[in-house]
């Protein structure tokens, strides 16, 4: 971690940033940092600047603008079944889905997964080019994107239609993943692991999950799934999920894409994928082997963040904190920096991205 500490420090550029700590990884950086002479460097960032802003308005993909770049263009062809031979570990990946109002929660995130040593299995799936190419730029083939891409400006707004969009491609790409014979951990971004959670994953079950809700449970409770509440149906995250490449998994995901069609987006219901992924779990609950995660360590940010004696009674066994139970950007970044979950401001050097 010092060497590439150090190594940005005296590059001076702002695609230097970036540290490896696996071998493969380390081969891959030698090509970028080849073309980033100041005299290449200068236009290419231009070049990414004006057409950032005006590709919108000129409707035309931006892939097809890169295509005399071989070193960019390359990351517009790159497949997921490329990206998971490169980046799986034993089979296994950590994903995470993002647009770029997102970026600054990855590299929040990709910091505590580093922490844990985790970071070379993570696979960001992006949701538009801007994200893509610069997740690469920095640590190359850690992003990949699976089309069609989505418009970014509708996505990122809770409730939005362009959200629902956003969020149902969830179980999509994951079937992808295990369709392609690969086990994967999904994790939304404003999420932080203060531990590592692959000790947690045991035994052979399907899908591994955490409830959202926030009544207590007794230390020792039951790793099923928990029985339906008022709406019917159990309160299910689907921030973090683990599956196995197995067909009960496989056939949660259908189910949940399924649920999904059945109850298209309306504004009036501010839909996004967790009713469906529980509709899922419990009305298959029998065909696939379901696993209900602790909740001392794995609690919900309804309870976290609001119940302090709560916290101080299961104090060092907290593995993942999510930041839910309140809307908007910089209202999460506030209560991250006020935790010291915010670790952008004193653990920067310590991301796979840096420089982001
Ligand atoms: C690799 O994966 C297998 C099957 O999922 C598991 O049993 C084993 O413990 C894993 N090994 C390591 C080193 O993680
Ligand atoms: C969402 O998806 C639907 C159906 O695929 C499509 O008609 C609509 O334009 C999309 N909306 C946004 C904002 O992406
Ligand atoms: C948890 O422990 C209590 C008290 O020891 C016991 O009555 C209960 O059956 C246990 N629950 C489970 C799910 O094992
Ligand atoms: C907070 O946690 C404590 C300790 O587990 C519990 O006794 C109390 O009922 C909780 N308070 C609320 C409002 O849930």
Redesign the pocket.
């Known amino acids: 971690m010092s060497s590439g500490f150090l190594h940005q420090r005296t590059l001076h550029n702002p695609f230097s940033t970036q540290f490896y700590t696996s071998p493969s990884s380390s081969a891959n950086s030698k090509k970028p940092l080849s073309i980033l002479s100041p005299t290449v460097l200068l236009p290419l960032l231009t070049l990414i600047v004006v057409l950032g802003i005006f590709s919108p308005w000129l409707g035309v993909p931006q892939n097809l603008f890169f295509t005399s770049n071989p070193e960019i263009s390359k990351w517009g062809h790159y497949t997921l079944d490329q990206a998971l031979t490169f980046v799986a570990k034993n089979g296994t990946v950590i994903v995470c889905i993002v647009s770029q109002p997102y970026l600054p929660f990855l590299n929040n995130w990709l910091i505590s997964v580093a922490m844990q040593k985790r970071h070379d299995m993570v696979l960001v799936i992006a949701e538009d080019y801007h994200s893509l190419y610069k997740v690469n730029e920095l640590w190359p083939g850690h992003a990949v994107l699976i089309p069609p891409v989505l418009d970014v400006e509708a996505s990122h707004k809770f409730g939005s239609m362009g959200f629902f969009n956003f969020t149902a491609r969830r179980p999509s790409h994951l079937l992808k993943i295990l369709e392609l014979g690969y086990s994967v951990m999904y994790n939304d971004v404003d999420m932080v692991w203060l531990a590592d959670p692959f000790p947690y994953l045991q035994g052979s079950h399907d899908v591994y999950f955490t409830d959202d809700m926030t009544a207590i449970k007794?230390l020792?409770?039951?790793h099923d799934l928990p029985p339906p509440g008022k709406k019917g149906r159990p309160y299910i995250c689907s921030c973090m999920i683990f599956l196995r490449p197995t067909d009960g998994a496989k056939l949660i995901l259908k189910k949940w894409l399924e649920e999904l069609q059945m109850e298209p987006w309306s504004r009036t219901k501010k839909s996004n994928d967790q009713p469906a992924f529980n509709w899922a779990l419990m009305k298959n609950a029998k065909e696939a082997d379901l696993y209900l995660l602790p909740q001392e360590a794995f609690p919900t940010g309804g309870l976290y963040f609001k119940n302090k004696t709560w916290v101080k009674e299961t104090k060092g066994r907290h593995v993942i904190i999510h930041n839910n139970y309140i809307v908007g950007f910089e209202k999460k970044i506030k209560r991250f920096r006020d935790y010291g979950f915010w670790l952008v401001d004193d653990h920067k050097q310590e991301s796979p991205l840096g420089g982001l």
């Open positions: 007794p020792n409770h039951s």
